[in-house]
């Protein structure tokens, strides 16, 4: 409110409205001035509200029609893109069935070639069996005259025709047969002169052995004999050892028993260690008692005095 009244020295602006200017009037004739201004610009206030509602609802309409317009051409679009679909679906299936159909007439076309191709080898094969037919009307003849003497035998030419296709199959399976049997004959015969000559290879491997194992024989023999001269050899050496074994041992009974003057029928003989010892101790005593005699003789001396010079010299 403050804005509405002017001052003597005022100026104020109102929307793009023109300036107005304030010389000396009096205040209340400004003030219904602009009463007079702000009803003149309620009214226009008041339509450019009722022109801008106006134009909203026309904007309204026009949104309106633009939205229903879009929907049309969305509709549109839709029913437009359904259609390029179904003609795109249509030209594939088109396309497809003309390449099918290409295809199918290219096979077609070499199926005819093919069948020509065949054709005109069956018309050469019905002329090649026409001209067989018109060789064969002979022997067609010759059987009709073959057939006439053998009634009881043969009614038909398919008869003698049978009858001849059996005795071919027996003959071709006797030939067979007989073929087989030259060829497993050929086969033994093969076998038999290949186990004559393995045999035979055997036979000379066995010889050859059998001259090995004779001289190994041989060899063993001489080896054995050896061996038997050795032992032979051994035996008498140890035949002649244990004699001069049992001569010694006889012999240092013999002395032993000399030496102890006559038999001692507890004691045992067979240490031969002590035997010795005591041989040898009987025989240095024996030593000292001739040295002693002999000297006594030489130096005309008692023997007991002897004995004690003895002593004193070890003493």
């Known amino acids: 409110m403050a804005s509405t009244f002017l001052t003597q020295f005022g100026v104020e602006h109102y929307d793009g409205l023109e300036k107005y200017t304030v010389s000396s009037t009096s205040q209340s004739t400004v003030l ?9 610009v309620q009214s226009e206030l008041d339509r450019k509200k009722l022109e801008y509602k106006q134009r909203m609802k026309k904007c309204s309409e026009k949104e ?21 679909k179904e003609n795109d679906a249509k030209r594939a299936r088109a396309v497809k069935k003309e390449r099918d159909e290409s295809t199918s007439r290219l096979q077609k076309e070499q199926e005819i070639g093919i069948l020509k191709q065949e ?8 002329e090649k069996y026409l001209r067989l037919l018109e060789k064969l009307s002979v022997f067609e ?32 399976d006797l030939r067979h047969v007989v ?3 030259n060829h497993e004959i050929e086969e033994l015969r093969g076998k038999l002169s290949q186990f004559h000559k393995d045999k035979q290879d055997e036979i000379l491997i066995a010889t050859s052995d059998i001259a090995g194992q004779q001289k190994r024989s041989d ?25 001069r074994l049992g001569e010694a041992k ?23 260690d002590r035997l010795l010892e005591y041989v040898q101790n009987r025989l240095l005593d024996l030593g000292a008692i001739a040295r002693m005699q002999k000297e006594c003789n030489e130096y005309k001396l008692d023997p007991r005095g002897w004995i004690h010079a003895q002593l004193a010299k070890r003493g």
């Not at 054709?119 to 019905?126: C, D, P, S, V």
Request: overall charge positive; some cysteine; proline content about 2%.
């Open 219 to 243: 060899f063993m023999k001489n080896e054995n004999s050896k061996v038997e001269q050795e032992l032979q050899y051994r035996d008498n050496a140890y035949n002649d050892r244990k004699r």
């Open 64 to 84: 309106q029609e633009l939205a229903e317009k879009q929907a049309r051409i969305r509709e549109a679009v839709v029913r437009f893109e359904k259609f390029v």
């Open 141 to 172: 003849s010759y059987v009709e005259s073959v057939l006439e003497p053998s009634q009881n035998e043969f009614h038909e030419i398919d008869d003698v025709l049978r009858r001849h296709s059996t005795l071919t199959h027996t003959n071709k």
């Open 119 to 126: 054709h005109q080898e069956l018309a050469k094969t019905k």
């Open 179 to 181: 073929e087989q049997g």
């Open 250 to 272: 006889m012999a240092i009974r013999n002395i032993y028993q000399r030496c102890k003057k006559g038999n001692v029928p507890h004691e045992d003989l067979n240490n031969f």
């Open 32 to 40: 219904l001035q602009k009463k007079k201004r702000m009803q003149e």
